[in-house]
Each structure stands twice: as C-alpha cells, then as structure tokens.
C-alpha cells in the first residue's frame, strides 16, 4: 500500500456499528454571531439498515450527514467509518476513501446533460480502476436494479424526475458502496416515484447489505426506514426502532 493511501478498511460484520459519531460538535458563522449547529452529537449507525435522520429545517441534520460521509470536518468529536478514523486522514487520503468505499445520492440528481443513463453510471467505475468492459457489465447490472435498463441510452433531459434519480441512485449503487448516503432524495419527486426511490433505498440496505443513511422530510420515508433518528436543535431527541425493522428480524 501506497503511503498517501489509507489502509482498506474491513466490512464490519454481525451488529457491529459502520458508523461511529462521538461528541461531534460544529459551528458556523453567520455575520458576527456563530451558530451551533451540532452540539456534542454521539451516534452509532448499524450496518444492512436503512436510517432516517428526520427533523425541523435548520436542526443540524444536513450537516450531520454531510460530517459522517467525510465531506464536512467538524469543530470537535470523532468519525470513524468502517473502523477508519476519517479525522485521521489527509485530504487525498479521505477523498479516497470517499470513492472506494461511499456512494451519495443528491436532492437535484447531479447528472450530467450530455451523458447517456448508461454513461452517468459507468464514469466513477472508471475512476476507481475498472476497465471499459467491466465498468460497462456492473453500470448495466445497477441500472437492472433500478428498473432503468431500457433506458439506458437516454440522456437526463429525456427522463422524467423519478427515472433521473434512479439513475443515480444506481450511479451510487453501481460502486458497490458499503456506505450509501442520501440527502432528500424524494423531495422532488411526486408520490409515485417517490415510494419507488423509497423501495429502492431500502433494498440495497437489505440485499447489499450496505448502510443507507438518509436525511429527509418525507413522512413516507419513515414505515421503510428500520431506525428513525429525530433531530432538534443540533442533537438526536428520539432514536427509535420502527415496524420495518420489527418485521424483517
């Protein structure tokens, strides 16, 4: 292993945690005035589960997703993700991480305009080292999953809101990522598409056993989810087990 690499971190196994948040604390400045938006948050996310952060606009839920994926350092506390400490990497280090090991799935889709389904799905293969062939073979096995394989030659503006984030959903999905993080990934989706996205996210916990965690307002999302956290003023007032998790023990 290069030295600018962090060591490859191990699919933890059993009930282990594949997330652990201790003390995470984070402020920003607003003006002259600095806002706590985190206060000495601790949480631990399970592995093969689908866990909804919920709570009012403005409660730190965003934040807290954005901190567990790496893509946000907080003011003071811990991370570790799948027994790699991410406050001890360094930026390329963490950046790699990020790419072998975590898939995202964004409220406005992210795609790009000028590629095809198929296309959007095979380019981060291609970073993390897959040939053509084999990029191609897993994009067109996610976009399967999806329910997309017949459109996989269409770019996004010829797909509807619903199919857009599907297929990035199957972008993310198509890494193989232990860690798949969403943030409001129904918000623009009417009721239909809505409950199928919601399907989806909580199959690949399920099937993959991956850890999907997911930030959102969507009352639906909450009999799919098998953990709900209820956030309030930068900490977890409620954490609480919901008939989904009841049913599949």
Same mark, same amino acid.
């Given at each position: ?8 971190? $191990? ?7 594949? &997330?652990? !948040? ?5 402020? +920003? &400045? ?48 811990? @991370? ?7 406050? #001890?990497?360094?930026? *390329? %280090? ?6 072998? $090991?975590?898939?995202?799935? +964004?409220?406005?889709?992210?795609? +790009?305009?000028? /590629?095809?389904? /198929? ?23 996610? &976009?399967? %999953? ?10 996004? !503006? =010829? ?16 890494? %193989? ?9 129904? #918000? ?8 199928? @996205?919601?399907?989806?996210? $909580? *199959? ?16 639906? /999302?909450?009999?799919?989810?098998? *953990? @709900?956290?209820?956030?309030?003023? =930068?900490?977890?007032?409620?954490? *609480?087990?919901?008939? !989904? %998790?009841?049913?599949?023990?």
């Amino acid at each position: 292993m290069r030295a600018n690499e962090p060591r490859t971190p $191990h699919r933890p196994q059993g009930s282990a945690p594949s &997330l652990v !948040a201790e003390s995470l604390s984070k402020s +920003f &400045l607003s003006g002259n005035v600095r806002e706590r938006i985190l206060r000495d948050l601790s949480v631990s996310i399970m592995l093969g589960e689908l866990t909804l952060i919920s709570g009012p606009s403005g409660c730190g839920k965003s934040t807290l997703l954005a901190i567990l994926s790496g893509m946000l350092r907080p003011d003071s506390g811990t @991370v570790r993700a799948l027994g790699q400490d991410l406050d #001890s990497l360094q930026p *390329r %280090e963490l950046e790699r991480f990020r790419l072998m $090991h975590t898939g995202f799935v +964004f409220q406005g889709f992210n795609l +790009f305009p000028a /590629l095809t389904a /198929l296309e959007q799905v095979m380019l981060p293969l291609r970073y993390i080292g897959l040939n053509a062939d084999r990029a191609k073979e897993r994009a067109w096995s996610a &976009l399967e %999953e999806v329910g997309m394989e017949g459109r996989a030659g269409l770019r996004p !503006a =010829g797909l509807s809101g619903g199919e857009q984030q599907r297929v990035a959903i199957a972008r993310a999905l198509a890494k %193989e990522p232990e860690l798949l993080f969403a943030d409001e990934p129904t #918000s623009a989706l009417d009721a239909k598409n809505g409950m199928k @996205v919601i399907d989806i996210l $909580h *199959r690949i916990a399920r099937r993959h056993g991956a850890t999907v965690l997911c930030v959102s307002h969507d009352p639906r /999302l909450i009999s799919h989810a098998d *953990r @709900v956290l209820t956030m309030e003023d =930068g900490r977890i007032l409620d954490d *609480r087990r919901t008939e !989904a %998790e009841a049913a599949a023990i």
